[in-house]
């Protein structure tokens, strides 16, 4: 197995994904399946994990932003359906064919500009709708006749209709409300028009965990699948249990006695009031650990410690209620005695979400997958 050499590390609980996938299916109507959305790295998570344990939980298909991501997880052996959600270049359009990779399609000229390439295999193609999200998609009935017209040519195949919903996961829900209204608008017209079966796949976590009864053929699952709540109105609803997979662990490398009044870190904002014990520990903004989180507690033997002075790119220093050996575990996500330190807490006191915490640790932490509490795989930065 790789390994690495730092005592720096981000753990990712792969029994807790496959219960989060196993819950939702569980919950979803028969006819219902499973899109495993694992963007960008699989949310921080990391992808190729995610999706094998995802897939073998229950998950027919997976969903990424990029080609490049989608090819990244063809190369590691996985052949199960894999939808691009974003735009991809036209040119691009016949890698995706010869990887049986499906894009995702709303312009015209696109379609026009794939059909002059060279290309035998077969694309699949999924027609993106915008009925409020104001990002990509068709927005009218005559943008998506145009659409289907141009799909005259034999190697091109409609597999799919999808949308995306901007506010699911909102107490106020009249903009979802409005949503599902526009998108039945455009399915009716579609339907006239359209003979062949498609699949219709149109909810978020927050969509599928609120209106499973809604979902028609697929949800794609992102967030919960990860086991972080959409919103903190979806988490109050208590829907379906979710099992967080992420934890972000380091130890001390350094423990010193400060005495009263010496400063600690670049600027010398932070002024030890008395004699303290200060520890340091590797990890900094370059892990994704951003200066905005001075302040922030940690868990060291089960107990909250704060960060004291700037965060620096590679370490950080943090107050100690007494010495502790170097070596010392440090946790700064996750659970240590009776305490746990949420990925919602990072994300409040940075002024963002759950969502982009996971994503903004960065390659250079070393990811550790665990199912059944034993080490099954590592990644770290020379194996990306
Ligand atoms: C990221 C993404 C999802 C997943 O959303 P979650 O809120 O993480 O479940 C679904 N659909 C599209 C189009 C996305 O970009």
Redesign the pocket.
Known sequence: METYYRDTWVEIQLDAIKHNIQSLNDYLPDKTGIYA?V?ANG?GHGDIQVAKTALASGAQAL?V?LLDEALKLRKAGISAPILV?GWVRPCDAPLAAAHNIMLTFFQEEWLQQVKQYKFKERLTLHMKWDTGMGRIGVRTIEEMDALLTELDDPRLHLQGVFT?FASA?ECNLAHYTKQVERFHVLLQAFCRRWKYPVELHTG???ASMRFPEQMHHKV?????MYGLP?SDVVKDLQLIQLQPAFSLHSKLIHVKKVEKGESISYGATYTTEENEWIGTVPLGYADGWMRKLQGIDVLINGKRMPIVGRICMDQLMVKLDQFYPIGTKVTFIGKQGDDIIKVEEIARYADTIN?EITCMISYRVPRVYVENDAVVQVDHVTSY
Do not use: E, Q
């Open positions: 959305v963007k949310y969903a932003s959600l995306h996961d978020n976590s927050a794609r699952f992102g967030i919960g959409p969502y």
